[in-house]
Every structure is written in C-alpha cells, then in structure tokens.
C-alpha cells in the first residue's frame, strides 16, 4: 500500500531507448480514475508517435495502485510485458511508446511529498495531479528494476546459493515441476505433467494472465476472429487433450451443433474444404481442462524476472506476485524447481519497418493505419458509419489478411461504398506457387494456398522426421521452401474476391509499397486519409489516395526484447538458432531467431547436474519443429519434453504405455482428476 | 493422415494382426455354423492375407502419390477408397481362380461376392474407425510419428 500523494516519476524516451529532457513527477493526491492518452479531456495529456488518445488509466484507490490499459494500440507494459489491468507496486515501470512511468515508494513524511528531488511544489499549484520538475538522474529503463529485484542475488551470477535467497528475506519456495509463461505453452506442458501421473502440488505455473488463453484470444480478437469464427487448426488439434482423440468435429455431433465437420475431415483437404473449430469451442474446452487439471490451484499470477542454475542442480526463478494479498518486497519471491519449462510466447514485438516508421514520423495519423493484430474495430465502425466512399488498402495476403477483406465485405452490407485495394508484392500465377520436390503449392486469386500455416507433413510426417534429422543449415533451406504466406482455401473467402473483382469494389495491386503519407483532412466531405505510393511490377508509380490501411504482414518476434530471456542469453550465452536464405546454391546464415534447443526440446546450456530446462513455442523457432507455435506443436513440445524426463529417470516421471495411456485417456473422457 | 512408409507398414500389420485377423476367425467360425472347421475358416484367413499383402504391396504407390501432393498427406477419404480397391481387386483375382491357395468356387456368384464383402465390411469399419482416432489414446506418439509405433 502506498499512502497518497501516490507519486510516479515520468520521463520521455527517445527512439533509441534513452531519456530525452529531465524527469517530472506525477503526483497524484487523492484517490480516483486518472485517464492517461493524447486526448485534450486526459486527466495527464501525453504527446506522442504512437499513444492513443485514451491510452491507459491509473486507478487509486486507500489499498491500491492499478494500472489499466484502454484498450490503447501500442498496449501498456509494465516492466516489459503487455497488460491489461494489474496491481502496482513501489518501483515497477509503466512504458507507453515514448513515455516511461516509475511508481515511487511513498514519501518519508507528509511535508516532504511534494518536495522531490528538491524541488518545492507550490502548495497553491497542488491539485489532484500536477507534473512538476524533477532533477533526479536519468536512468536507463531496465536497469532500475534490475536494481531491487532480483539484483542482489543474480546480478553477474551464473549459479546461486539457495542458502543465499533463503538469507536474502524474500519467501523461497520449492517445487519439482515450474512452467514460466502462464499461457498456452505453459497450460499444455502441465496438461502432459498431470497426465503422467504427477501430482498438482508437485507443480507451479508463472505468469501474468489468469487465463492460459488470454493472449491468444486477444490476437484472435484483434485480427477480427470473434469466439463464433472459426480459427486455422484442425480438429485433433486439441490443446485441452493430450491425445487429441476425440477431435473437435466429433465434439460438435456430440453437443449437437453439426455433423458436417465430420465428414469435411473425412474428405479435407482435397474432396472437401479443411475442418476448422470455433475459437470459443476451443476456449471453452481449455476452461473444462483446467478444472480437470487443477490449474487454478497450479498458477500464480506473477511476472517471471530472472532464472538462475542453484549450486545444487536446480533452477531458482525470481518473481514478482501479481495482485493477491501480499504488497511491497513480500510480492518478490523465489521458487526453486528441478526441472523448468519455458513458454514465454511472442516476446514484444515489432511492425515492419515502414509501418513503424510511419506511426513515428506521423503520429496524428495513427487512426488511419493499424496493423491487424492491433485493435482496430474503429476502422470498421467508422467505415461502416460514414456516408460515402471509403477506400481501404489492405497490405499482405496470409490468412489475416483473408479475415480483414472478409471483415470489410461484412461492413459493406452498412456501406456499399467501401472499396478494397489488395496490396501484393507480385502476383502469382495459378502455375506460380511454391515447390518443393515434386509438389506444387495450389493458388487461388494470386494467393497460395495451404490448410494450415505449415504443410500438414511437417506436424506428425515425413516431413517432421526430415527435418528433425536434418542439420542447421539444411533445416534452414527446408523452412525457407516450405514457408511463406498462405490462407486457407475457404469458397467464401474465394466468393468476396471473385465476387468484388466482378462488380468493382475488389482490386488487387501488385508492387512494393515505397512511402506511406499522411492525407490531411479537407472539410467534412474529406476526411483525413493515408497516401499509399507503389512502385508496381510493370515499373510505374501508382498512388493511392486510401481512407484506411490495414496492414497484414505480421509481426516480428525478436527474443532479446523479452528482458528475462535477454538476461538468460546473457548469462549463460545461450545458442541462438538461425535464419538461412539461398544465394547461388549455398545456404548463407541470415539473422538470429529462436533459442537452440535438443529435439527433445531441452536447453543444453542451462543444464544443471540432472535439472533440466525445456522450452516451446514461438521462442524455440528454427529449432528441432516447423510448427512450434501451433496448438499440436506446442503438444508435441510437450510430449517430447516429458518423454525426454521419463526416458532419464531422475525426476520420477513415469512413462506413458499403452495401458497407463488408455487409462488416463478413459479419465479424461468421464472427466475424473488425472 | 500422414503416414511414413514404415508407418503404413506398421499401421497395417497392426491393424492386420489385432482387429483383421480376430474378426475374421470368427466370420468364419458364423459362416461354418458355429463349429471350428478350420477348411472353412482358412478361406477367409487366406483371403484377408491376401488382401494385406497386396496392399503392402502398394504402399509404396500411396507413399509416391502422398510425395507429390504438396502437404504430403492422405486424406481419410483416400484411405476409405483404396482400402476398397484393394478388396476388389483380390476379389476379383481370386474369383477368376488366379489365386492358387484360395478356391475359386468359394468366390462364385452372388453368394460368394456377398460373403466375401460383408466379410471385408466387418474388417473395414472397426480398422477404419481406429485409424480417425482411436489408436491415439493407446499410442499416443502414433499420430506424430507418421504411424509407427514406439518412442518419438
């Protein structure tokens, strides 16, 4: 608890990650809301590239300090990971694009807390916010919280004492089993755990979302798949059954919903179109697991900070409690586990570079561009509203982007105005689609297609075996083969372009997107807008004069930008896996992707005695699986790394025969604890 | 389904060895009037030996036609088809007497092809069914590894 005035000192960064100009203080006097954004009504306006004009909120309360985010589009961090509401304490960071915001602990007495850094606040000019100089050093945005906890204890070790965290006042706790993430990862991981048999108190779960799915369904949500539309997985992909028997299709016969996926199984993907669940069927499955499982007894809701080998062959992991009862140093706690799982997913991650570019140079035209993994429904809803031409530039031609035009041919029903501009690099013809030996990928509408996001073999076959044989560079040739943007092949996907390209409102462009401009507004009937310039294949220059441009290439994830995976590359110099592209036959090694990992999914430099670190997900790619950040991957991850635990037999994991397996697998379908 | 080549010969010899050959001891053991008359029975022993064989025969085929579809799978309906295929074909062979073990008389008419399919219909479906799921939750590393049994 910290008694008011509730003080946050606040500093502008600059693009390169360093303070611009001296810190001021935030003071905030008694409790309430306190909006933070670039609109003029804020409770505290902040300028700025890419912060949204209702931004996030402070809410203070006599027993607590929260931040909330308002749903912003560059999302709200506190010490390094996206949030949506949570509890602070004295010391944590709040970063916004351009802005940093450090919590203070309280002041020592009444008198001195509008007296910071030696400046005397006017007690006339004291409202219930105020921002005021302060000449405190400017420091680097990390190192700060580095520097209270776990500092001391980790700080330049390799290999800690339990004796010494024990010593260090901070609750330690032992466990034989830690999942580090708290999502998707993490929840499959433990599902596999519980179902060899290990019992739920042998197990504790980190992270900073109460719902495995949480993040997931938030990128769902945001690239415009709602709980009723269905996601690109197939229907044994079960995150919530390990044995992925019986699949999704069988389970809406059984709740009585359709019959039909059942026989698109039966004939996908050539003699019927791919069966793919609903996204909240599949939530709604992982809710009933978790009961199951006994997750909630499982989890802590806590930010991961550190992990070190202890001098004993075990991992101690430093966290941060996340609300709950405890407050101030009692939230800083360490676990010790013998065997830890990694599953941090996409660490923050970044647009491509022009996109980034732009909301930087042009911050006031922030409205108009949204990638689609951001919240955007404005766009639609302003699009959808307004009473006249619309034109929208949709960039990218992977599966988001299928489900944006799809989204825009919805909006269209409230206004037939609205245009789409499909930006393409290059067409491709229906003969032009990748190939790899002597298969050729299908193309429909200049797109290729696929079911999934990786072709089906690469998840249980032939493909699967080749590539986990295969040695880095060859792993490298065959992922840049076997990849690249598709969609699946949806007849009503194909219908809105066929049918868009027919009556007018449907175009594609094919060239590379040279500069992105800001269109001011001009009066009521011209509203501000986007110029998309081209440089298109057949060498002109088009413009295009656009209201929105949504775009589709992703997101790229880069894991030095997690603190606590830096600090683990750092501290124990981790492998990295690799890029690998084709020039004149010989594979050349591109950039740094994921952490190298065995094809059991262990991490050999943080090996310690027989404790044992595994990793899964998207931080793993390049490693020994295509799909890592799939629902099957991420189970196959799992299943690989428990098998890995029971095959060396130093942490009581018992192997999963044939018959333990159908027992286990009979309990699951009564739905009888594991 | 994405089978391995060896994966497709396990799968099959499983599926051979644990739901063919039990079901089809006791066809004929219905088809003898309830009395083990191993003349009987062995027709239909032979007769699904035959039909397994030829089909390893063929998974070479499959396993070429999978390496030209570019997700290198096999959809379940493909499965379905074949499976029927390869029925008709040693049903055919057989009828013609071109089989030297199997007695041709035993594959006449519409009562031998009448026999002889809802024999093979009693063998399909439950090996059919096991194949969509049901094998993973006794092997539960079968669906990764392309249909071979065993460890990852």
Known sequence: ?674 | MTLTFAGRLQTRLFLFLFIGLPITCLYGFAVSGWQWDWRVIQVFVWFLCTITGFGLLLDPVYIFLQSTRWDRDWPFAYQFFFSWVEFGVVFFVARAGLVPYLPEVAFQGSRGLGIATLHFTLVFVPSFLALLGPLQAIFIRWRFKGGQFGKL
């Open chain 1, 1 to 674: 608890m910290i008694p008011f005035p509730v003080r946050f000192r606040v500093r502008q960064i600059g693009i390169d990650g360093h303070t611009i100009g001296p810190s001021r203080i935030l003071l905030c006097e008694d409790p309430g809301v306190f909006l933070i954004g670039k609109s003029e009504d804020a409770d505290v306006p902040l300028s700025g590239d890419a912060v949204s004009r209702r931004h996030m909120s402070l809410l203070m309360t006599d027993d607590e300090v929260r931040v909330r985010d308002e749903s912003s589009t560059n999302g709200t961090y506190v010490n390094g990971t996206r949030v949506d509401e949570v509890v602070l304490s004295a010391g944590d960071q709040i970063s916004i694009p351009g802005w940093l915001l450090e919590l203070l602990g309280p002041a020592k007495n009444a008198a001195s807390a509008t007296r910071i850094g030696g400046v005397e606040v006017d007690e006339s000019l004291v409202s219930r916010l105020i921002m005021t100089d302060d000449d405190a050093a400017p420091s680097s945005p990390l190192s700060s919280s580095r520097r209270t906890f776990p500092g001391a204890e980790f700080d330049g070790k390799d290999v800690v004492g339990v004796e010494a965290l024990r010593a260090s006042g901070h609750p330690v706790d032992e466990v034989r089993f830690c999942a580090v993430g708290g999502g998707l990862g993490s929840f499959i991981w433990v599902d596999h755990l519980r179902c060899y048999g290990i019992a739920a108190n042998d197990i504790k779960a980190i992270g900073t979302e109460g719902v495995c799915y949480q993040t997931y369904k938030r990128y769902c949500k945001n690239s415009q798949i709602p709980d009723h539309e269905r996601l690109r997985s197939n229907s044994l992909s079960r995150p919530d059954n390990i044995w992925g028997f019986p699949g999704y299709a069988l389970r809406e016969v059984g709740k009585g919903i359709s019959v039909k996926g059942v026989f698109q199984v039966f004939g996908e993907p050539t003699l019927s179109e791919s069966y793919t669940p609903r996204a909240g069927d599949v939530f709604d499955s992982l809710d009933k697991e978790a009961a199951r499982i006994s997750w909630p007894e499982m989890f802590v809701k806590a930010q991961v900070l550190g992990l070190r080998k202890t001098s004993d062959g075990r991992y101690a992991v430093a966290y941060k409690l996340w609300g709950g009862e405890a407050s101030g140093q009692e939230r800083n706690r360490y676990v010790i586990a013998d065997v830890v799982h990694l599953s941090t997913g996409y660490p923050a991650t970044r647009f491509v570079d022009d996109f980034q570019t732009f909301i930087t140079n042009h911050p006031d035209a922030r409205a108009q561009v949204a990638n689609a993994y951001e919240p955007h429904d404005q766009m639609y809803i302003e699009a959808e509203r307004r009473d006249g031409p619309v034109q929208v530039v949709v960039r990218g031609r992977g599966i988001v982007a299928s489900r944006i035009i799809q989204r825009l041919f919805e909006a269209r029903k409230k206004n037939p105005n609205i245009r789409i501009l499909h930006s393409m690099r290059t067409p491709i013809n229906a003969r032009g689609g990748a190939v790899f030996r002597m298969a050729r990928r299908l193309v429909r509408n200049n797109v290729e297609i696929q079911p999934f996001n990786w072709p089906k073999s690469c998840w249980g076959g032939d493909l699967r075996v080749e590539y986990e044989d295969a040695d880095e560079e060859q792993r490298g040739i065959m992922l840049t083969q076997l990849g690249g943007t598709t969609t699946a092949e949806r007849s009503d996907w194909i219908g809105i372009v066929d049918r868009g390209t027919e009556e007018g409102w449907y175009r594609p462009v094919y060239g590379n997107i040279s500069d992105l401009a800001p269109l001011p507004a001009q009066g009521a009937n011209q509203p501000a807008g986007v110029q998309v310039s081209i440089d298109t294949v057949e060498g002109n220059a088009e413009k295009l004069n656009a209201d929105y441009l949504v775009d589709c290439t992703g997101l790229i994830a880069d894991i030095r930008r997690s603190p606590f995976l830096a600090d683990m590359l750092d501290t124990y110099h981790l492998r990295r896996n690799h890029t690998y592209r084709m020039k004149d036959g010989t594979a050349i090694q591109g950039g740094p992707t994921g952490l190298h990992c065995t094809n059991d999914f262990e991490i050999e430099g943080l090996r310690n005695n027989t404790g044992r670190v595994y990793a899964a997900g998207a931080i793993t790619t390049g490693g020994p699986y295509l799909a890592v950040d799939s629902f099957l991957g991420l189970q196959y991850s799992a299943l690989r790394s428990v098998d890995h635990l029971a095959t060396e037999r130093h942490h009581k994991v018992r192997n999963l025969g044939p018959f333990r397996s159908l027992g286990g697998w009979t309990k699951w379908m009564v739905g009888a604890q594991p």
